[in-house]
Nanobody, 122 residues
Framework: QVQLVESGGGLVQAGGSLRLSCAAS????????MGWFRQAPGKEREFVAA????????YYADSVKGRFTISRDNAKNTVYLQMNSLKPEDTAVYLC???????????????WGQGTQVTVSS
């Protein structure tokens, strides 16, 4: 129903920053909670961050709390993930997803983007 497209990934040195964007095409973007997940080769998909429909509520994985910030601009149909103090272990494909409520389970989300690669060099 809602189409999601991530952008902003790339190669960055450890300690650097990147800002990912997830642009949504749909009439009811503000009715969806949004989440960011990541997946590295040979590893399971991992929850990163989530945000409520209004943007007032946020939730982070312990591994990124204090370094990453999720936000949304409903007027622009866009969700962001600001990533600071990046570490090599943050290297992964990052995907955004939409669902009825925020949470850390991928089963909560019904629409997914294609993903964007983030590579952090040491």
């Amino acid at each position: 129903q809602v189409q999601l497209v991530e952008s902003g990934g790339g190669l960055v040195q450890a300690g650097g920053s990147l800002r990912l964007s997830c642009a949504a095409s749909g009439r009811t973007f503000s009715s969806y909670a949004m989440g960011w997940f990541r997946q590295a080769p040979g590893k399971e998909r991992e929850f990163v961050a989530a945000i409520s429909r209004s943007g007032a509520g946020t939730y982070y994985a312990d591994s990124v709390k204090g370094r990453f910030t999720i936000s949304r601009d409903n007027a622009k149909n866009t969700v962001y993930l600001q990533m600071n103090s990046l570490k090599p272990e943050d290297t992964a494909v990052y995907l955004c997803a939409a669902g009825p409520i925020m949470g850390d389970s991928d089963h909560l989300y019904h629409n997914w983007g294609q993903g964007t690669q983030v590579t952090v060099s040491s």
